[in-house]
């Protein structure tokens, strides 16, 4: 299993980015699939989720403003982040649990400046 995040960068408070996991396989239409996040000098903590029925769940800091989804035909996952705030900044991974495995993307830095 493979997973390729990609789609951060620097932006101003305010501001809007869309981060993307592309999956080898058909990972994402058949398990679990979810976003952490790292800040600098903290522990990676869950933000979004998407389970196989669609189902969401987020961390309280980024409800309302992050949103989660997937394209099953493009074995891609979504993470579209409105209103960012200077403290969404830090490195972000997506992440499956695959025949009993877990599995990291290598990560992709969302940095937002006040």
């Known amino acids: 299993v493979q997973l390729q995040a990609s789609g951060g960068g620097l932006v101003q408070a305010g501001g809007s980015l869309r981060l993307s996991c592309v999956a080898s396989g058909s990972i994402i239409r058949n398990n679990y699939m979810a976003w952490y996040g790292q800040a600098p000098g903290k522990q990676r903590v869950l933000v979004a989720a998407i389970r196989t029925d669609d189902t969401t769940n987020y961390a309280d800091s980024v409800k309302g403003r992050f949103a989660v989804s997937k394209e099953n035909a493009e074995n891609t996952v979504y993470l579209q982040m409105n209103n960012l705030k200077p403290e969404d900044t830090g490195v972000y991974y997506c992440?499956?649990?695959?025949?009993?495995?877990?599995?990291w993307g290598q990560g992709t830095q969302v940095t937002v400046s006040s």
């Open positions: 992440y499956t649990v695959a025949r009993g495995r877990v599995y």
